[in-house]
């Protein structure tokens, strides 16, 4: 027994060298099967890479195209900002009044009364109602509201009756009565353009 324990220890190295195969051929197998593995998954993240790719073009685009549409947007904010800067700082009441005033004594309309009604608020301007009440023609009334709608200052008719006044006619033209409101505008201060940005 002393023999084959000796002869055993003689060829410990064999065995050792076996067992230092073994493991190196399970270490390659492993390795072998991980890059069968790795080049397996090679063309899926292939194809994950173009797809990231195309993502982040279009990211890029839209970035671009947002940059585009602020200056756009800032664009159309400073126009809108200039146009309601255009509408006077206030509204005279005297000023306005007399120059309705002016242009039915122009065109001869009776029997006026003007008084300046309530102030209303809207996003971009300020709005100021006058009621006017009137006698005249019909063309003549229109010739006013042709001549206060070419007037520097914006003016809108929010409202307008006209009846019979049943008086006798005089002349061609029939006398009616005429009652309107009518909307002057200035601009708001307090109004800000959002940019969302």
Not at 105 to 112: A, F, G, R, S
Not at 188 to 196: A, D, I, L, T, W
Request: hydrophobic share 40%; aromatic share 12%; proline share 2%.
């Amino acid at each position: 027994m002393k023999a084959l324990v000796n002869k055993l220890i003689a060829n410990v190295h064999v065995f050792i060298f076996l067992y230092g195969c073994w493991t190196t051929y399970e270490l390659w197998e492993q390795h072998d099967m991980r890059l069968t593995e790795i080049e397996n998954d090679i063309p899926t993240i292939e194809a994950d890479i173009v797809k990231l790719k195309i993502k982040v073009r279009e990211i890029n685009d839209f970035i671009k195209k947002a940059d585009e549409y602020k200056v756009r947007v800032e664009e159309v904010a400073k126009n809108i900002e200039s146009v309601q800067k255009q509408l006077p700082a206030d509204t005279n009441d005297s000023q306005i009044l007399s120059a309705f005033q002016a242009e039915m004594k122009v065109l001869n309309i009776k029997d006026t009364t003007m008084e300046p009604k309530e102030e209303g608020s809207s996003t971009y301007f300020i709005s100021k109602d006058y009621s006017v009440k009137a006698s005249g023609t019909f063309l003549q009334f229109l010739i006013f509201f042709e001549r206060i709608g070419n007037s520097t200052r914006i003016y809108n008719i929010k409202s307008l009756k006209l009846s019979s006044s049943g008086a006798s006619r005089k002349g061609r033209f029939q006398l009616v009565n005429g009652e309107t409101t009518i909307q002057a505008y200035r601009f708001n201060p307090s109004f800000r353009v959002e940019r969302g940005f």
